[in-house]
């Protein structure tokens, strides 16, 4: 085919994606799929974050800084003077995550020709059967797919910062979450990283209006399609340090408490652990989100963790070719 991508895109839109294996084929390898990352503060994994999907489909990357001092710029720089990524700058401390990261879908389709989105946060890593999430897209007529999030998590007591090696369990069945009558006080029937969270979503550019808070949907214009689930599984890694939680945990409820426009609902748990950071310290929110190391053996013995090691592997192999 010589058409250029974009009219032939538009055509295979309007059939409804029935396509031959020719032309199958062909989407496949001209569809551009950008990631948009919103970043504060991530010097200790976004350089990891950003190769590791860039190996897997990613064609390029917006990243939202939101006014890093830990070196987190430095690293986004690196990968600009690449030209594989584009910064935006989002100084404002009041996480219009939805707002930020719309303006940074736009600018993927408008500028960097996207044809999906992937709308991520640094310590998320998204993998697929395939290796290449161009797969999981397929030529499927959705306009938003579902992808499930699985936390990873170890003991809180046990963390050092060396976050690929350290978090490698996960809970086989995660619990539901339920609604809490009081999310500053209540407790919680299990530690807060058992609990099944919300999928994240793959979203098509053409038609977005905007990227929701959190990055779990997306709303479009004149056409309106189911969501599907896509064969993704996103591994979650989002506490790795002790320092790293207590920079979050104030950097998340300050910001919270400073956006008036967002449900008082919305980011409980970041709400929670702030008030708990400031009233009893940081120890008392790490226990809230994480097992002990007794609770994890026990977890461990009954079958309700399991070990995956999976990604600690593939992090040692891009050390190794980094390396070598």
Known sequence: MSTQPNVVFDAIYEQGFQLDEDSRGWYQRHMKLVMTLLVRDEADIVRENIDFHLNRGIDGVVAIDNGSTDGTLEILEDFSR??????????????????????????????????????????????TPTGNLKD????????????????????YETLRGDWAGELVYRVADPVAPRRIKN????????????????????????GLVSVAQGNHDATFGETTTPPEQAAVEILHFPVRSMEQFRKKIV????????????????????????????????????????PSRDQLEADLQSGVVLEDRRFARLAKQMTDTVRG
Request: net charge neutral; aromatic share 14%.
């Open 82 to 127: 690449q030209r594989v990524l584009k910064i935006l700058h989002e100084p404002g401390r009041d996480y219009a995550q939805s707002r930020w990261v719309t303006r940074a879908a736009e600018y993927a389709r408008e500028t960097m020709g996207a044809d999906w989105l992937l709308n991520n946060d640094a310590d998320e890593f998204w993998t």
């Open 183 to 206: 999310f500053y006080v209540d407790p919680l029937p299990c530690p807060y990283f058992y609990f099944d969270l919300p999928s994240k979503a793959l979203v098509r550019a053409r």
């Open 251 to 290: 950097q998340g409820g300050e910001a919270y408490r400073a956006n008036t426009e967002l449900a008082p609902r919305m980011g409980w748990h970041w709400r929670r652990w702030y008030k708990m950071f400031l009233e009893q310290g940081i120890e008392a929110a790490l226990a809230d989100s994480l």
């Open 136 to 155: 999981a897209i397929g030529e499927t007529g959705a306009n938003v797919l579902h992808c499930k999030r699985v936390n990873m998590i170890a003991a």
